[in-house]
């Protein structure tokens, strides 16, 4: 897609930048392939393992976005792409994605069309050169690149190996420690620096071990790799201590034995243990797994069997009186994990622990190595406090805690030799880096971390980003070899050096990190730099620095004597955080008070109001930092439209014009998967210039309008044939027509009256829309929608557009302009239902009622919305459909089941020009791939999508589309007939707990 073309405006004037390589062209599809392929099962990018950071923006992406914005337009296309890590020429990469998920979808293997991921490519000096060439010609100088929210460092980094002079400016301290380790260290100190904090780290954890050995005793011949507690609530009746377990499986594969722990009562002692067992039907196992004891935030007394509510226990957890019972000790045996019950010594040694705690506890609280602070009280996430946990030291068990404190003050002892042995500047870098393996430590080893029997192993305190209960925490064995602390410090080294090694030019610039809020960035001159790169926060996606204090309190103990200034305040900062954060609006927010009606909507209008607020500050500061002729390029990565017009009003008022949208699809979209769920992402980048001062009033004319709408149904054509999904052609769209909107210093009707962004937005959406309404009529054999009412044709645009049984409602909404209903109304005629954000159409058997209506009764409000094959009447089209298929099912589908449907078709005349028969067409013609082959999941939930296939020919004479196997692409690729080998895992959903820590939107 290339940028849209604008005539000048009437009163403004042309811009005066020269055209930006990103004004004009981004081989935005490869780069998403390469972005999806970054993000492979366990292969995440180095910097993205090193530490936890939320909401990271993929390299490939980030060095397009950089990259593109300091070129000059003519810039050579094939050098581009070999800069951006390119292994093949894009078409070549975008195709042999398709090929790989064709295999997949059709369950074939077939040979790695990819060659190297971008990231991790080589960047050739004379490419190299030949770009630091262009851009000087185009800049006079190298173009220096900010990223004001700078986060984890994806776009610093790019810029940085490009040789580019860079800031990275951040809000919040911890990610500032963050970049330090990953955009300055690995240029400053070269992959040795892994090796000289190795050699310090072994000595750390020898120091470590020599101390702590003891209160992690190996009972048997087997070592020890993780405990299993049960957090534990005095049971109302007996007063004993009742596990809370979800799942009492310990191993769960995906084939072979399953092993859980099965409780084991004492009445007469009040007490319980565990005995391990197999699952299966041999002698000796047990049929089933045990009865969770925890479900959905209530318990089941194992003592009583009475349940006990989650307030109950809440209010126990408040007066400190929930527990923690060790039941299961995972072993590392020779085949594979063991597991075993708790044993005395274990009970001995954990009691142990606590008692050195409790001896240490005062000093160490005088001395600063355990953090004393509390939660803080007005905050999004209050689960900390209704669990228990007041403290941030009260995150971690006692022994926890305790293994946490020898660390925190072994590595301050460690300080002066290091320093002596590497001298200042080396000597900080390698201290950085251990505390960091700190952190990976803790952030596997506290009271929110627990254990997973699918994968056996433990996920993070972050799997999730929230700070949510876990009733079955998890403890790794610290001081075995290769395990515990030995792994986290050989985790965080690898990914560092892995950092260190990326390729990168030789040409190195200075790159600088700043604390503050982009609002303010009081360091940066006047139109000072060429390029600001930007990949905001949005809204409430992310609390950064409620989540950030998890690391903060650690983080200041262990370097925060290194950086005073970072590391000063009690907690992370936020008061210009800009997040919506709707707690902090609420006039003395107590946590303990449930919140009248109506001031929580109250807060969160407030709280949204400071976020854009800070945005037009931020993009203000943005306008003053940059060269006249600079540019401003923005990812983001959302999908209401809302969210888009918070995003396009601060850019406008910040001063600035949009020259060019990019949507890149940063996800991989099986069909399958897309069929259950519309989750798939894209990260828009977006270009923006600074308003030509000179900009005048446009008019909201019918012209503007159909400029708007040709300019949005010109950019979805070419998205769709870039293979983007229909909401990203959708969201796509919004930029062009922003591009035409933004042209003008305000936009305004005849009337004088101003115009907002929401209106040209929803002037580009009904186009896109009223396209693809267009393009379904157009398909296949007389699909005519046009006499079909309202709500089938709603019913056919979720499936065609948002191709998934659920999606955002918001995005439903959209959809429903087109023919004059709302999400609603789906639910009304119980076509749908609503699920907290998301809508959910309803599969034709969960509509239907075991009674049929016979003529002459009339239905109540909720039979209505149900269905029975014998009513004497249908209220719409897609009533009718529905039954036909719960016809087909009920008869076993088969011929048996076309013969019931035909009849019901006789019965109420639905021929072939009937409605009912046009929408079934246009159903089939909608379907999702996901629906449209016999399977398990999503296709068994839908299964009318295929009975209304095999009902079109023998109803109506209509052909059915062809649904078998299709291979689209492989024969482009010599080697595939053999079939040889396996793709790698290109684009499987993250699962490595301990790899994965990057977190995501
Ligand atoms: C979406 S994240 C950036 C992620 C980053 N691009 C990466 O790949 O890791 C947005 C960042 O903005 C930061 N932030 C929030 N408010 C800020 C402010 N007022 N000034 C600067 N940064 C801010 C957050 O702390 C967060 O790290």
Redesign the pocket.
């Known amino acids: 897609m290339t940028a849209v073309e604008e005539p000048s405006a009437s009163t403004g004037e042309q811009h005066i930048q020269p055209r930006l390589l990103i004004e004009e062209w981004l081989p935005a599809a490869a780069i998403g392939v390469e972005c999806i392929r970054e993000r492979s099962t366990g292969q995440q990018p180095p910097h993205a393992r090193l530490h936890v950071?939320w909401?990271?923006?993929p390299l490939a992406a980030?060095r397009a976005a950089v990259l593109a914005s300091v070129l000059p337009a003519d810039f050579d296309r094939a050098t581009f792409e070999r800069l951006l890590g390119f292994d093949a020429p894009s078409e070549a990469i975008v195709r042999g994605q398709e090929l790989l998920q064709w295999a997949r979808t059709v369950g074939r293997q077939v040979p790695n069309p990819h060659g190297k991921r971008a990231f991790s490519n080589t960047l050739p000096e004379p490419h190299l050169n030949a770009a630091h060439h262009a851009m000087k010609q185009l800049w006079g100088e190298l173009p220096a690149v900010i990223?004001?929210?700078?986060?984890?460092?994806?776009?610093p980094l790019e810029s940085a190996r490009l040789g580019l002079p860079t800031v990275a400016?951040?809000?919040?301290p911890v990610?500032c420690a963050v970049l330090e380790a990953t955009v300055d260290y690995p240029f400053r100190f070269g992959p040795e620096l892994a090796e000289r904090a190795r050699k310090w780290g072994s000595i750390l954890r020898e120091r470590f071990v020599q101390r702590m050995q003891r209160f992690y005793p190996d009972v048997g011949a087997l070592p020890t790799h993780t405990y299993i507690f049960a957090r534990t609530v005095p049971c109302p009746d007996t007063g004993a201590p009742t596990p809370l377990v979800p799942d009492w499986h310990l191993s769960k594969p995906k084939s072979g034995t399953h092993i859980v722990a099965e409780p084991v009562v004492d009445h007469a002692a009040k007490s319980w243990t565990v005995r391990i067992r197999e699952i299966g039907r041999a002698a000796g196992q047990l049929p089933a797994a045990p009865k969770p004891t925890y479900v959905r935030g209530k318990a089941t007394s194992i003592f009583t069997g009475a349940v006990i509510d989650g307030e109950y226990i809440k209010a126990m957890a408040k007066q400190g009186k929930l527990g923690s019972q060790l039941y299961a000790v995972v072993l590392k045996g020779a085949q594979g994990l063991d597991y075993r019950p708790a044993e005395h010594a274990d009970l001995d040694a954990i009691a142990a622990a606590e008692a050195e705690l409790a001896r240490l506890r005062p000093t160490w609280e005088r001395d600063n190595i355990i953090p004393t602070e509390l939660y803080p009280r007005v905050s999004s996430e209050l689960r900390p406090l209704q669990y228990g946990m007041p403290r941030w030291a009260d995150m971690f068990s006692p022994r926890q805690l305790l293994a946490m404190g020898v660390l925190v003050e072994e590595l301050r002892n460690l300080r002066p030799e290091i320093l002596e042995a590497e001298g200042e500047e080396q000597g900080r870098a390698v201290e950085h880096l251990l505390a960091f393996v700190l952190d990976k430590f803790l952030n596997h080893n506290a009271l929110l971390a627990s254990w997973d029997s699918g994968t056996y192993g433990i996920r993070s305190v972050f799997d999730r980003h929230d700070f949510s209960f876990k009733p079955t925490p998890a403890e790794m064995a610290p001081c075995g070899a290769g395990a515990g602390l030995e792994w986290a410090l050989g985790n965080v080294l690898k990914s560092w050096r892995e950092l260190a090694e990326l390729p990168r030019t030789g040409q190195m610039a200075t790159t600088r990190i700043t604390l503050?809020?982009?609002?303010n960035l009081a360091s940066v001159a006047d139109a000072s730099l060429t390029a600001v790169v930007v990949?905001?926060?949005y809204a409430d996606n992310v609390q950064?620095?409620e989540l950030a204090d998890f690391f903060y309190v650690w983080l200041k103990r262990t370097v925060g004597h290194q950086h005073p200034d970072w590391f000063s305040s009690y907690l992370c900062d936020h008061s210009?955080?800009?997040?919506v954060n709707a707690t902090r609006f609420v006039p003395d927010f107590d946590p303990d008070v449930k919140l009248p009606t109506g001031a929580k909507a109250a807060a969160k209008r407030e709280a949204e109001a400071f976020y854009r607020d800070?945005m037009v500050q931020?993009f203000r500061e943005a306008h003053r930092i940059l060269r006249d002729d600079g540019v401003l390029t923005v990812?983001f990565t959302h999908k209401q439209q809302s969210a888009w017009e918070s995003l396009f009003g601060a850019l406008l008022e910040a001063g600035f014009v949009i020259t060019a949208t990019w949507p890149v699809k940063t996800e991989s979209e099986t069909s399958l998967h897309i069929a259950s769920k519309n989750a798939a992402e894209s990260t828009v980048i977006l270009v923006a210039r600074k308003r030509p001062a000179g900009a005048g009033i446009g008019y909201f004319t019918q012209e503007m309008k159909d400029r708007i709408r040709a300019v949005a149904k010109a950019s979805a054509e070419c998205l769709r044939n870039d293979g983007l999904n229909a909401v990203d052609q959708l969201v796509g769209s919004f930029g062009p027509a922003m591009e035409v909107f933004s042209r003008y210093r305000e936009v305004r009707r005849d009337t004088g009256e101003l115009v907002g962004i929401a209106e040209a937005l929803d002037e580009a959406s009904d186009a896109v829309v009223q396209w693809r309404v267009e393009k379904l009529m157009a398909r296949g054999t007389g699909a005519e929608l046009a006499g079909v009412e309202p709500m089938g044709r709603y019913l056919v645009l979720c499936w065609d557009v948002l191709a998934a049984a659920e999606f955002r409602f918001n995005e439903a909404k959209l959809l429903g302009h087109a023919v004059g209903l709302s999400p609603e109304d789906l639910v009304k005629a119980g076509l749908a239902v609503r699920k907290s954000q998301n809508i959910v159409l309803l599969p034709a058997r969960d509509r239907r009622r075991d009674q049929a209506i016979l003529a002459g009764n009339i239905p109540t409000a909720a039979q209505a919305k149900q269905l029975h094959p014998n009513d004497a009447e249908f209220r719409s089209a897609a009533d009718a459909a529905h039954a036909l298929a719960i016809a087909h099912a009920d008869a076993g589908g088969g011929a048996a089941g076309i013969g019931a449907a035909r009849a019901l078709a006789n019965r109420h005349n639905w021929r072939e020009s009937s409605a009912v028969a046009r929408l079934v067409q246009a159903l089939v013609l909608s379907a999702p791939k996901g629906v449209q082959v016999e399977g398990k999941g999503i296709t068994a939930k839908y299964p009318e999508f295929l009975a209304w296939h095999s009902l079109l020919q023998p109803l109506w004479g209509v052909t059915p589309p062809d649904w078998s196997e299709q291979e689209p692409v492989h024969r482009q690729f010599p080697g595939f007939a053999t079939g040889a080998f396996v793709p790698e895992d290109e684009d499987a959903d993250d699962e490595d707990i301990e790899d994965d820590e990057s977190g995501d939107?």
């Open positions: 950071w909401a990271r923006r980030s990223d004001p929210m700078a986060g984890g460092g994806s776009i400016n951040e809000y919040n990610a503050g809020s982009a609002t990949d905001p926060p950064y620095s210009e955080e800009a997040v800070l931020a990812m939107d």
